[in-house]
C-alpha cells in the first residue's frame, strides 16, 4: 500500500500542477478575445485563427482541468444524499463508480478519440473557416484529457481503500474542496510508521 500511496501522491502532484497551468488559459483567452475585439471593431483588422484559439484554449482548461477537478472534490454530487451517509458508505460508493463507471469511461473514449486524432494529423486536416487552424492539437484534448482523469481516478481509488483499511485519513470528510496532498502525505507517513513497527527489532 505504501507504494500504491507514494503513486497517488505522484499523481496528485501531476494533476495540481496541470491545474496551476490551465487556470493561466483562461487569461489567455480573455487576452486574445479583448485584442480581437479591439482590432475587429477599431481596426477591421480580424481573423478566425483569433477566434479558433479561443476556442482551443477552452477546450484545455475543460480537458485538462477534469483531473485536478477530482482531485479537489470539485465535481458534482448530489451533497443532499452524500452528507446522510456514513463515511465508509460513501468511499464504497466512489469505489464502485471509479471501477464501474469512470475507468470504463476514460478508457472507451481514450479509445475512440485516438485514430481521430491520427487521421487528422496524418491528412493534416485544417479548419474549414478562412484562416482556421489545424485540427489535431484540439482532438488530441479528448485522449490527452480521458488519461489523466483516469490516472486521478486511479489516485483516488488508492486513497478510498487507504481509508477503508485504516491506512489513510478520508478525504470525503468535509465539505470543502479538499486539498489531498496533505491527506496523502499523511497516509504514506502513517504506512511508513506501521511498516516500521512491524518490523523485528534488533
Known amino acids: 500500500m505504501g507504494i500504491l500511496l507514494k ?4 499523481v496528485d502532484a501531476l494533476s495540481r500542477l496541470i491545474g496551476k497551468v490551465v487556470i493561466w488559459f483562461i487569461l489567455a483567452t480573455t487576452v486574445i478575445s479583448a485584442v480581437n475585439a479591439i482590432a475587429r471593431k477599431a481596426f477591421s483588422i480580424g481573423s478566425n485563427a483569433f ?3 479561443q476556442w482551443y484554449l477552452f477546450a484545455a482548461v475543460f480537458m485538462l482541468g477534469a483531473g485536478f477537478a477530482f482531485l479537489q472534490n470539485a465535481h458534482v454530487r448530489i451533497d443532499v444524499l452524500a452528507n446522510k451517509l456514513s463515511p465508509r458508505t460513501r468511499n464504497y460508493i466512489d ?3 471509479i471501477i464501474v463507471f469512470l475507468l470504463p469511461l476514460c478508457y472507451f473514449m481514450i479509445s475512440f478519440s485516438w485514430p481521430v486524432v491520427e487521421s487528422a494529423y496524418v491528412s493534416g486536416e485544417v479548419s474549414s473557416n478562412a484562416g482556421g487552424l489545424i485540427r489535431w492539437p484540439v482532438y488530441a484534448l479528448v485522449p490527452a484529457g480521458f488519461a489523466l482523469l483516469a490516472l486521478q481516478a486511479l489516485s483516488e481509488l488508492i486513497k478510498r481503500i487507504a481509508f477503508l483499511t ?4 478520508d478525504c ?3 465539505d470543502t474542496h479538499n ?3 496533505d491527506h496523502v502525505q499523511a497516509a504514506t507517513g502513517d504506512a511508513s510508521s506501521n511498516h516500521a513497527a512491524d518490523e523485528p527489532q534488533k
Not at 503513486?7 to 505522484?10: G, I, K, Y
Not at 485504516?166 to 485519513?169: A, E
Request: glycine share 16%; hydrophobic share 40%.
Open 95 to 97: 469505489i464502485v463508480g
Open 166 to 169: 485504516g491506512r489513510g485519513p
Open 179 to 181: 486539498d489531498a496532498e
Open 51 to 53: 477566434l479558433e484559439i
Open 7 to 10: 503513486f497517488s501522491q505522484c
Open 172 to 174: 470525503l470528510a468535509n
